[in-house]
């Protein structure tokens, strides 16, 4: 079961991360020539795969329950931020991200940036440094994931068809992937996140959960049903709230 | 150097500091409960809603 988490919990997060960076990409290509762009893509990927190569194996060096007690704090605060953020969206409270608002604007800046001779750099040092600032929060999902289960070469694997399949689409494509519903997957990847967060947290803390691995269900069920409730209590203080205000 | 600093800070902590904190304070808790010779499984589940609540309830009350 939990096999079944990590791919979906790695795939989704690194979809998402990749539409947004796919965007910057597009949006540089564009306007300023595939060559240098995708070299930075190029580049930043190599840099992703050498950190996941590299601080996978070398987690898994640490003793299970301080491994555990690691990643589960570590996915707890940071998928506790994508939830928030997210039923933050979800309840009206926070702007939903708009991919082609972000296209305008990266394309805007990259024709105001002046031309010169040789190797593009300005393409070079933006698609290198979206997909590489986008891709760390891939590579930290995919190396806490499977670090913390074993399961690495999984975790891996459900990043890289994501990749496959941001890439083919957006080849297709050729705009940014606006009516992908980026929200709700960062939804599900935060209650996600935040489950894993929780159940390995208190593991590697010494504490059993009953039932072992079934008690991730269990989490999973509760941290969406306080997530859900949220966004409703939130959105129904909105709308008493708006008429006060206006 | 500040950058970098930054960019982790954001990466891990995010808008709101409290939750983070809470967060860890929670895990030392399930630590030392267990270490008192409990089993304190049940700590974080609540825990960790309260905490997601009170940080939305700051959000959301923030002029924006």
Redesign the interface.
Known sequence: MSAVFIFAGAFLASAVEMVEALTIVLAVGVVRGWRATLVGVAAAGVVLAVLVAALGPALRLLPIEALR?LV???L???G??W???A??RA?G?KALHDEEAAFEHERALAEAAGERAGFDWYAFTISFKGVLLEG??VA?IVITFGSAQGRLPLAAAAAFAALVMVAVIGVLVRAPLARVPENTIKFAVGVLL?TFG?FW??EG??????GGDL?LLA?LV??LA??LG?VRL?RR??LTVRPVQA | MRRFATFWWDFLVGDDWRLAVGVLLGIAATVLLHLAGLDPWWLLPPLVALLLARSLQRASRRPS
């Open positions: 007690l589960g704090t570590l707890l605060t940071f506790l931020q939830l928030r953020k039923i933050l309840s409270y760390l929060e930290f935040t929780t947290a208190v803390a010494g504490a059993d959960w009953p008690a989490i509760f941290t306080v997530s949220l939130l203080q909105r």
